[in-house]
């Protein structure tokens, strides 16, 4: 899924060193890509948490809606 | 591995370990290390996740019986070489974690549990036993496959052949097999997100499992699709992401746990470029993330389960990883995990998920009443006929001094009983309760405490005891022209007693009526007009709110009849209706036109009194709050000539 671009790339993987080093390098991608989930997440909910995305629960409405029928 | 590095232990020939440990293929003439590791392993990955079926006694479940030989392995490699096999820069996320929970918990913070060490410290043990490719491989597939069974008996407790292990209030979500909802949800995801990595592995012919491989492989994603098919709707209210993740003292936790994650999933994307590579790591690093990303989303308990998983795609990413496994696991490991699984299924021990009566104990300690009523409520759905839960819920009322509901609850509770998971609750425990009801309803004003305790002590059979009570409340005085038949028949159904009617006939109606008055605060007496039917004199008239359901019952000479209401309450919403539809409870006596003789219970009833008594329903009724409050209101109506104390 993630091939090697070049021979000499996947050459140059096989030595620990520089294997560590890429990892640590695509780690500090991925988690700053994870933290930016994280943050887009907690905004999705709180925009639920808000009384106006809720308004099906709100007492007021509910009346009106009695109301109505 | 090299071969220095591993430990051989040798066994007897007779050794029952030997005879049960050697596998179909590459089965080594020597029990080693690794092969115990490996096994630790497969048991492990087998019985996670079935939850609560795996528990072997107390919070000590088969999981945990497997991680020992791990351990084991861990320590007897960090005495010989004083290192682990577990690479560093996967480890210390983990012990840092158990460090931060160490600190944390020493500052004196609640809102973190000790018990989050024993993941963190397991990962590691589970990095260092498995270094080998075919091990972690087998091990998903035996999750995939009690992950399979774990919903398939969801499905079955969704459909009510089943009790649930865990259910949701909110959602109406249930689970048979984990022990939260947000947990067996995020398990079924993980175990998911591993499936393309594990078919790709066994389209390469990396992982050679037997034909059934397929088959569950399949039906892991078609038993959740039914699982949630046939589930409830959750709204996306209920599903809302908590925020305790952007919270100390959770956010350093956090952070600490997606680095790992994202170190892990580094690690696949590397090596899938090296020429050293197994096929699957591409979608190993997908499913890494994937989980990440899931629990950002629910934020489960980190189980046991899960951190396994993880931890063990680690052992696919070593460089020197091979790819056949040490030793293929064998079919006896489905004899513990089948032999738990139905023996905990049959038999309801203590501290099972479906031992409604410690939880409850637990929570009228911590006097969580409403959350007690709550859940109790939700087992009487599932098991009506457990009258256990009815006595609980009794006695939260009562810790509550709700004395009307409480005996309501207790009556049930004595009724006719058909346990599906406890038995009824024994002579101690109604011997407790009624005591506990004897001091409450001593210590409330005479006229506040009711019929409660006599009508506890008459649905436990102690009719003698509560007479003699009954007694107590008046005096024996004798009022002419008042008939005792109707104040007897009032007072036989306000006891919930039928049977004791003939024995209240034989009673003065003085003390009759003394004891319908003491019976409620808003009980009363009323003088009839000199034009109100004489024929129809005594008469009672009582009105009861139980839940839902409202009962009116009119006693008088010419006869008693009465109707029961019921109550939408998902229709109609309890907000403001008292001061929409004014005052409610019984009101006076008035006369229309015909020259009928009318009585109304707020807005829902009215008794007309003509020819002859009857009791008409409003269409419409406002709300379940119509009802003054949850207990019965009585109005007895006398003719003008007796004299009573008003």
Redesign the interface.
């Known amino acids: 899924m993630f091939p090697a671009s070049s021979r000499h790339h996947s050459e140059s993987l096989s030595n620990p060193l520089y294997r560590m080093r890429r990892e640590r390098h695509v780690a500090l991608i991925l988690f700053n890509v994870l933290l930016l989930l994280a943050a887009c997440i907690q905004l999705f909910s709180l925009a639920l948490s808000h009384p106006l995305a809720s308004h099906g629960d709100d007492p007021a409405s509910a009346v009106y809606l009695e109301w109505e029928e | 591995m090299s071969g220095k590095r591993r430990e051989v232990l040798t066994l007897p020939e007779s050794s029952s370990v030997r005879r049960t440990s050697i596998g179909r293929a590459n089965s080594p003439s020597l029990l080693s290390w690794d092969t115990l590791a490996a096994y630790g392993v497969y048991l492990f990955a087998l019985s996670w996740p079935l939850g609560a079926w795996q528990r072997l006694a107390g919070p000590v479940h088969l999981h945990h019986v497997a991680l020992a030989p791990l351990i084991f392995c861990a320590l007897r490699d960090w005495m010989n070489n004083k290192r682990l096999r577990t690479p560093f820069?996967l480890w210390w996320p983990c012990v840092l974690t158990a460090v931060l929970i160490v600190v944390f918990k020493l500052g004196g913070t609640e809102t973190v549990s000790w018990m989050l060490i024993a993941p963190a410290l397991m990962a590691v043990f589970v990095m260092h036993g498995t270094d080998n490719r075919g091990v972690v491989l087998w091990a998903i597939y035996l999750s995939m496959m009690s992950g399979a069974l774990m919903l398939s008996l969801s499905v079955f407790s969704r459909i009510g052949l089943l009790f649930p292990t865990t259910w949701q209030q909110t959602s109406g979500l249930v689970m048979a097999g984990p022990y939260g909802v947000t947990e067996g949800f995020f398990a079924s995801l993980a175990l998911m997100l591993l499936l393309p990595a594990l078919n790709r592995a066994r389209r390469a012919g990396e992982f050679l499992p037997g034909c059934s491989a397929r088959f569950i492989m399949l039906a892991l994603p078609v038993l959740f699709i039914l699982w949630l098919f046939l589930s409830p709707r959750p709204d996306?209210?209920s599903w809302?992401?908590?925020?305790q993740?952007?919270l100390h003292p959770t956010v350093w936790l956090?952070a600490v746990a997606?680095?790992g994650?994202?170190?892990l999933?580094?690690?696949h994307?590397?090596?899938?470029?090296?020429?050293s590579a197994g096929v699957a790591?591409?979608?190993l690093?997908?499913a890494v993330?994937g989980m990440?990303?899931t629990a950002?989303?629910l934020f489960p308990y980190p189980e046991a389960g899960p951190v396994l998983l993880l931890a063990m795609t680690a052992g696919y990413a070593r460089?020197g990883a091979t790819t056949s496994p040490v030793v293929r696991p064998s079919r006896w490991l489905l004899a513990p995990v089948a032999l738990l699984l139905v023996l905990n299924i049959l038999f309801i021990r203590s501290g099972d998920p479906r031992d409604y009566d410690s939880m409850a104990r637990r929570a009228l300690v911590r006097k969580e009443y409403g959350l007690l009523r709550e859940r109790l409520a939700f087992i009487k759905t599932r098991a009506p006929g457990d009258t256990r839960a009815d006595y609980y819920i009794a006695r939260a009322w009562l810790a509550e001094k709700n004395l009307p509901e409480a005996a309501a609850a207790f009556r049930r509770a004595m009724g006719p009983s058909r346990p599906r998971l406890l038995p009824p609750p024994d002579t101690t425990a109604v011997d407790a309760f009624l005591a506990e009801m004897r001091d409450a309803s001593s210590a409330m004003p005479e006229r506040m405490r009711g019929l409660a305790y006599e009508q506890c002590l008459i649905a436990a059979g102690r009719d003698r005891h509560a007479l003699s009570l009954l007694e107590l409340r008046g005096e024996t005085s004798t009022f002419p022209g008042l008939v005792a038949g109707p104040l007897a028949q009032a007072l036989g159904t306000l006891l919930g007693a039928p049977h004791l009617v003939t024995v209240f006939q034989s009673w003065d109606a003085g003390l009759l009526l003394a004891v319908l008055e003491s019976a409620g605060p808003m009980n009363r007496t009323v003088s009839a007009s000199a034009v109100f039917p004489p024929s129809q004199l005594p008469l009672v008239v009582m009105a009861g709110g139980e839940g839902d359901v409202l009962h009116v019952n009119v006693y008088s000479p010419a006869g008693s009849f009465g109707g029961t209401l019921l109550l939408n309450s998902q229709r109609?919403?309890p907000?403001?209706v008292g001061t929409l539809f004014g005052d409610t409870g019984w009101g006076p006596w008035r006369q229309n036109a015909a020259g009928e003789w009318l009585m109304s219970y707020g807005q829902s009833t009215i008794i007309r009194v003509g020819n002859g008594p009857q009791v008409f329903f409003r269409a419409t009724i406002p709300s379940p709050d119509a009802l003054p409050f949850h207990g019965v209101e009585v109005v007895i109506t006398v003719p003008e000539t007796v004299e009573f104390h008003e």
């Not at chain 2, 809302?240 to 925020?243: E, N, Q």
């Open positions: 820069e996306l209210w809302r992401p908590g925020h993740l952007f956090a997606l680095w994650c994202a170190r999933a580094s690690k994307i590397v090596m899938g470029g090296t020429p790591h591409g979608w690093a997908v993330l990440a990303a950002l989303a460089p109609h919403r907000h403001d």
